[in-house]
């Protein structure tokens, strides 16, 4: 892949509405000053870099859970999956991937399997940086099994800036593992919940990338990694 290709990527349908929009302003802008004018063109190349949706290499092998959502590993604990999804009350490692403006946003299934939950729920617009967020905030939450039985759940979480979550699942459908599903606008979080018995494979503030970094692998006997910023 040439230089050029890796800047020159397709732009996720979601955003041509977005992008025109903001191409039209600029139109507008250029006949109030030149100035405000450039000001828009840059606004309008921000817009097209953030609905960027680039191809990815995603790992095969099965068994491998893969990250939905580019950005940092904000946190990883042990908390309850959402109530909706019909989990029950035992908690689960929760990995947390944050996502701030500049990331690509377009989210992909973590394993291949099948969705046997799809959930939304309104709330707030906190930072989705902050614990609380995963209980308060606006949430798109998904619940699938592997062809091994493997039970897990991701959710869609908006952010202090999101006001749209975007997920095109149904329940019944047969995703693939780094299969694009959906994304949020503007700055959010992305939570994922791993079976029971799973350990996670990355750390908190590792950088992830969606359709391509492991967090999890079900045959790993690894321990739980450990990280210092070096």
């Given at each position: 892949?040439?230089?050029l290709d890796r800047v020159l990527v397709p732009i996720n349908r979601e955003g041509y509405r977005?992008?025109?929009?903001?191409?039209?302003?600029?139109?507008?802008?250029?006949?109030?000053?030149?100035?405000?004018g450039w000001v828009g063109v840059v606004l309008t190349l921000w817009c097209a870099y953030f609905?960027?949706?680039?191809?990815?290499?995603?790992?095969?092998?099965?068994?491998?859970?893969?990250?939905?959502?580019?950005?940092?590993?904000?946190?990883?604990?042990?908390?309850?999956?959402?109530?909706?999804?019909?989990?029950?009350?035992?908690?689960?490692?929760?990995?947390?991937?944050?996502?701030?403006?500049?990331?690509?946003?377009?989210?992909?299934?973590?394993?291949?399997?099948?969705?046997?939950k799809v959930s939304y729920r309104k709330g707030e617009f906190l930072d989705a940086s902050l614990?609380?967020?995963?209980?308060?905030?606006?949430?798109?939450?998904?619940?699938?099994?592997?062809?091994?039985?493997?039970?897990?759940?991701?959710?869609?979480?908006?952010?202090?800036?999101?006001?749209?979550?975007?997920?095109?699942?149904?329940?019944?459908?047969?995703?693939?593992?780094?299969?694009?599903?959906?994304?949020?606008?503007?700055?959010?979080?992305?939570?994922?919940?791993?079976?029971?018995?799973?350990?996670?494979?990355?750390?908190?503030?590792?950088?992830?990338?969606?359709?391509?970094?492991?967090?999890?692998?079900?045959?790993?006997?690894?321990?739980?990694?450990?990280?210092?910023?070096?």
């Amino acid at each position: 892949m040439s230089s050029l290709d890796r800047v020159l990527v397709p732009i996720n349908r979601e955003g041509y509405r977005f992008v025109g929009i903001f191409a039209v302003v600029t139109l507008v802008l250029f006949q109030v000053h030149e100035i405000l004018g450039w000001v828009g063109v840059v606004l309008t190349l921000w817009c097209a870099y953030f609905f960027r949706d680039p191809d990815r290499v995603t790992p095969t092998r099965e068994g491998l859970v893969i990250s939905p959502a580019d950005g940092v590993v904000q946190m990883i604990e042990r908390a309850i999956p959402p109530e909706e999804l019909g989990m029950g009350s035992d908690a689960r490692t929760r990995v947390s991937v944050f996502m701030n403006v500049f990331n690509v946003h377009v989210n992909r299934a973590p394993m291949d399997g099948e969705i046997t939950k799809v959930s939304y729920r309104k709330g707030e617009f906190l930072d989705a940086s902050l614990d609380k967020a995963s209980e308060a905030n606006e949430r798109q939450s998904v619940r699938m099994t592997t062809s091994d039985g493997k039970d897990i759940a991701f959710v869609q979480i908006a952010g202090l800036v999101a006001r749209r979550i975007l997920c095109h699942l149904k329940e019944g459908d047969q995703v693939r593992a780094g299969q694009r599903f959906g994304l949020i606008r503007f700055g959010s979080r992305v939570d994922v919940y791993l079976d029971h018995g799973m350990e996670p494979l990355v750390i908190p503030g590792q950088l992830t990338v969606a359709g391509e970094t492991v967090l999890a692998d079900v045959s790993s006997s690894e321990a739980r990694r450990a990280g210092e910023i070096r």
